[in-house]
């Protein structure tokens, strides 16, 4: 059991923990250098995904009202064009 964590983790679960706690200092530090927090993290994500969600439900709106209008232009030459072959 051991081997397989420790094949998945790349190294022992000691050795893995201790770099991790490392990587995320540095990481840490670098972020608050440039003036992140966990809430503006937090909440940049939260406000993308529910930029996603507002705007793809828009663009969903928007692709009927284009289906609407090329369908004005699109089906009066349809039926144009079925009429015209109909009588050959």
Same mark, same amino acid.
């Given at each position: 059991m051991a081997d397989g964590?420790?094949?998945f983790l790349g190294d022992s679960l000691g050795r893995t923990i201790v770099k991790l706690i490392v990587v995320c200092l540095v990481v840490g530090?670098?972020?608050?250098?440039? %003036? *992140?927090t966990p809430d503006n993290?937090?909440?940049t994500i939260r406000y993308w995904f529910l930029d996603l969600w507002y705007n %793809? *439900?828009?663009a969903l709106g928007r692709v009927g009202d284009y289906l609407l209008l090329g369908a004005i232009v699109?089906?009066?030459i349809f039926v144009?064009?079925?009429?015209?072959?109909?009588?050959?």
């Open positions: 964590v420790n094949r530090f670098v972020l608050a250098f440039f %003036g *992140f993290i937090v909440g %793809g *439900f828009r699109v089906i009066p144009i064009l079925r009429l015209l072959s109909y009588r050959r």
